[in-house]
Nanobody, 124 residues
Framework: QVQLVESGGGLVQAGDSLRLSCAASGRTFSSYAVGWFRQAPGKEREFVACISKGGGSTYYVDSVKGRFTISRDNAKITVYLQMNSLKPEDTDVYYC?????????????????WGQGTQVTVSS
């Protein structure tokens, strides 16, 4: 069992930055790939970024490439999402998720554990 807690969301202006954190419990965290997803009310959940178990591979949805960076600190069992140059269209609830697979996964159905989400609101 893995429990995930996201933090770092908030209200910012367009062009600002935020860093989201996903703190995990469980000693096997370092064996799992971790992803970030986002979802707005009435919209489908969208994949944002994923990082492999060792952190050597990352993958991003096209809309955030060059602006967002996913990283992990396995010693701190935490995954981060650095979000720069934020846009109003980035406004969503952001969720981190863990898959028991070790490589990159973009399909939410591949993930086994989810956090409760953190709200990111970007004003224009």
């Amino acid at each position: 069992q893995v429990q995930l807690v996201e933090s770092g969301g908030g209200l910012v202006q367009a062009g600002d930055s935020l860093r989201l954190s996903c703190a995990a419990s469980g000693r096997t965290f370092s064996s799992y790939a971790v992803g970030w997803f986002r979802q707005a009310p009435g919209k489908e959940r969208e994949f944002v970024a994923c990082i492999s178990k060792g952190g050597g591979s990352t993958y991003y949805v096209d809309s955030v490439k060059g602006r967002f960076t996913i990283s992990r600190d396995n010693a701190k069992i935490t995954v981060y999402l650095q979000m720069n140059s934020l846009k109003p269209e980035d406004t969503d609830v952001y969720y981190c998720a863990v898959t028991q697979l070790s490589w990159i996964q973009t399909n939410g159905a591949s993930y086994d554990y989810w956090g409760q989400g953190t709200q990111v609101t970007v004003s224009s």
